[in-house]
């Protein structure tokens, strides 16, 4: 079994998800006691959060690329990046590490492509859902096309993943809303909705709407169970 890189804190909510779907994952193809082989490196999210927001994504870069040469250093045999956000810097953590990453957005194209899935919608943070990082990703390496919501339904989302979520709020208000924008890119075309943020899914779930849904944090730690277990 190859040793899991977990690049994680962003936010720890979300990272839990992550722990508990990769030791699961090994449970479940190996048995018995089995548990994942894990190295992680878990940063401050405030920090990056600011960043963030002040467009400052060379210091998120390097505060990550640090980050990932830790990780690997731990004995890790491959990396993954648990955020969907910060894959926008996804090259530059790979120019400082000799182990693979696995792109949480390839995890996902590929899945949607495996499931004849041509048009999806995209919920995420206003970086994900409106720069090009990751819905360029997807139309170019898989042919996938991509639907995101109005302006006014971006804020909404953005502000409930960084005020709500990442703070382990869970408010029903909040998933109607969220269940209502879904309908929405339905109704424009999208045959399924990408979470693509890792905290999505502690609000919304596949049981609360009849559109497909890809929890990518859940895709992303099944290619890695996947990965970890191969020759």
Known sequence: MKTIGMLGGMSWQSTSSYYRALNEGIKTRLGGLHSAKICMVSVDFDEIEKLQHAQDWDATAAILAKAAQSVEAAGADFLLICTNTMHKVAPQIEQAISIPLL?????????????????????????????????????????????????????????????????????????????????????????????????????????????????????????????????
């Open 103 to 231: 792109h949480i957005t390839d995890a996902t194209g590929q899945k949607l492509r495996d499931n004849g899935v041509h048009c999806v919608g995209l919920l995420g943070t206003r970086f994900t859902m409106e720069q090009d990082f990751y819905k360029d990703r997807l139309t170019k390496k898989f042919g996938i096309d991509v639907v995101i919501p109005d302006d006014a339904d971006r804020a909404l989302i953005h502000r409930v993943i960084y005020d709500e979520l990442c703070l382990g709020i869970i408010n029903d208000e909040s998933r109607s809303s969220y269940l209502k924008i879904i309908d929405k890119l339905k109704q424009r075309g999208a045959a399924a909705v990408i979470m693509g943020c890792t905290e999505i899914a502690l609000l919304v779930q596949q049981a609360h709407t009849a559109v497909p849904l890809y929890d990518t944090a859940e895709i992303h730690a099944q290619q890695a169970v996947n990965f970890a277990l191969s020759n």
